[in-house]
Nanobody, 123 residues
C-alpha cells in the first residue's frame, strides 16, 4: 500500500547532525502513523521515534530524547528524523516504517518498511 525510501544517512563526527528523510509513495500517506527504527550490527532492531498521522503527537526512545526530532510533511509524503548531538552509539542502519495503527514502539506493529540508510558516527 505504501513504498518507503530512506535517504540522508552518511558519516558524521560525534557531536554533529544529520537529517534523515523517508519518502513515501501512494495516495494515502496521511493515513499512516510513522516510526523510525535502527539496527546496529549483531543487534535487534530497536525503536527510535514515532509520529501520529497528523504529526501532532510524537514519542521517543529514552536514548534519543532531547537529541532527535521526528516530523512529517504530509503534502510532500515525507517523514524526517533530525538527529543532533550524535554519538558513536547512534551508529546503525536507520529504517522508517508505516502503520495503520498507532502508538507502536515494537517492529511488529508496523506493516511497511523502507530499505534503510546507514548512519555512522565516528569518535
Amino acid at each position: 500500500q505504501v513504498q518507503l525510501v530512506e535517504s540522508g544517512g552518511g558519516l558524521v563526527q560525534a557531536g554533529g547532525s544529520l537529517r534523515l528523510s523517508c519518502a513515501a509513495s501512494g495516495r494515502t500517506f496521511s493515513s499512516y502513523a510513522m516510526g523510525w527504527f535502527r539496527q546496529a550490527p549483531g543487534k535487534e532492531r530497536e525503536f527510535v521515534a514515532r509520529i501520529s498521522r497528523s504529526g501532532g503527537s510524537t514519542y521517543y526512545a529514552d536514548s534519543v530524547k532531547g537529541r532527535f526530532t521526528i516530523s512529517r510533511d504530509n503534502a510532500k509524503n515525507t517523514v524526517y528524523l533530525q538527529m543532533n548531538s550524535l554519538k558513536p552509539e547512534d551508529t546503525a542502519v536507520y529504517y522508517c516504517a508505516a502503520t495503520n495503527g498507532g502508538g507502536y514502539t515494537s517492529t511488529t506493529g508496523y506493516d511497511h518498511w523502507g530499505q534503510g540508510t546507514q548512519v555512522t558516527v565516528s569518535s
